[in-house]
Antibody
Framework: QVQLVQSGAEVKKPGASVKVSCKASGYTFTSYYIHWVRQAPGQGLEWMGIINPSGGSTSYAQKFQGRVTMTRDTSTSTVYMELSSLRSEDTAVYFC?????????????WGQGTTVTVSS | AIRMTQSPSSLSASTGDTVTIPCRASQGISSYLAWYQQKPGKAPKLLIYAASTLQSGVPSRFSGSGSGTDFTLTISSLQSEDFATYYCQQYYNYPPTFGQGTKVEIK
């Protein structure tokens, strides 16, 4: 079945970087664009950006420009999201989510989420 | 960015009730709207896309309507497993944006 499996929880100090992985299975890796969405404790959903696994092109939310990098490894069907210069406000659950390349059908497959805690 | 507004942020209902959850976009988004259900500690789940199309496997008691700026998610005959938070999301243009969510609680 179509599945996205994310890496485990991370604890980082302010100023550090974190890299979260999202491994896809059950479908053709290049047919689903991967979005990253985060959710701070008790808060709503916040879109961070998108990567096209086929060519690697990306688009980031303005808020994260300069701090976020999304990459992919087609040999392992894995997408990565790296966030740098971490601050306490980046403490959140980070989700990867897949959407058909047409962009018409919403985010229909989600990873389980990765908790990132930023604390000194 | 397009602002998505969900109000109220929470509502109370009983099993068997019909619940309607509104969502308003700050500008017209045609029918590029999705609804998600999220339970505590879990990832969101896609319920409806294109404003009114039910995602495969989602019970038919869920329905969506609207176009342009005003949208509604309706849950008919609320079941115990439906108590959760519901988010709307526009994907008309970038960045995709979510409403702040409506929590459906047990009365």
């Amino acid at each position: 079945q179509v599945q996205l499996v994310q890496s485990g929880a991370e604890v980082k100090k302010p100023g550090a970087s974190v890299k979260v992985s999202c491994k896809a299975s059950g479908y053709t890796f290049t047919s689903y664009y991967i979005h990253w969405v985060r959710q701070a404790p008790g808060q709503g959903l916040e879109w961070m950006g998108i990567i096209n696994p086929s060519g690697g092109s990306t688009s980031y939310a303005q808020k994260f420009q300069g701090r976020v990098t999304m990459t992919r490894d087609t040999s392992t069907s894995t997408v990565y999201m790296e966030l740098s210069s971490l601050r306490s406000e980046d403490t959140a659950v980070y989700f990867c989510a897949g959407a058909d390349s047409s962009g018409l059908y919403g985010l229909d497959v989600w990873g389980q989420g990765t908790t990132v805690t930023v604390s000194s | 960015a397009i602002r998505m507004t969900q109000s109220p942020s929470s509502l109370s209902a009983s099993t068997g009730d019909t619940v309607t959850i509104p969502c308003r976009a700050s500008q017209g988004i045609s029918s590029y709207l999705a609804w998600y259900q999220q339970k505590p500690g879990k990832a969101p789940k896609l319920l409806i896309y294109a404003a009114s199309t039910l995602q495969s496997g989602v019970p038919s008691r869920f329905s969506g309507s609207g176009s342009g700026t005003d949208f509604t998610l309706t849950i008919s005959s609320l079941q115990s497993e439906d108590f959760a938070t519901y988010y709307c999301q526009q994907y008309y243009n970038y960045p995709p944006t979510f409403g702040q969510g409506t929590k459906v609680e047990i009365k």
